[in-house]
């Protein structure tokens, strides 16, 4: 799984690594430029997949796992 991130109004962007902290991303929220939250998965089959929530409050340099659900799907 991959972000694209953009800090100057889509004029250029960065793509930053997500594998190791998921392998699929449903939904991505920046609150500013700091802080945001990811809904992931653990895993690129959905049958295998457990939903995952991040957050960063670094820009997204680095995430920190704050929910992970038991069951797949």
């Given at each position: 799984?991959?972000?694209?991130?953009?800090?100057?109004?889509?004029?250029?962007?960065?793509?930053?690594?997500?594998?190791?902290?998921?392998?699929?991303?449903?939904?991505?929220?920046?609150?500013?430029?700091?802080?945001?939250?990811?809904?992931?998965?653990?895993?690129?089959?959905?049958?295998?997949?457990?939903?995952?929530?991040?957050?960063?409050?670094?820009?997204?340099?680095?995430?920190?796992?704050r929910y992970q659900s038991?069951?797949?799907?």
């Open positions: 799984a991959f972000l694209l991130k953009s800090e100057d109004n889509g004029r250029t962007w960065q793509s930053i690594d997500m594998s190791r902290y998921c392998r699929m991303i449903l939904d991505v929220k920046f609150f500013d430029a700091k802080n945001g939250v990811i809904s992931a998965g653990s895993d690129a089959a959905v049958e295998k997949s457990n939903a995952l929530i991040l957050t960063t409050a670094d820009g997204g340099k680095t995430w920190t796992k038991n069951r797949p799907y």
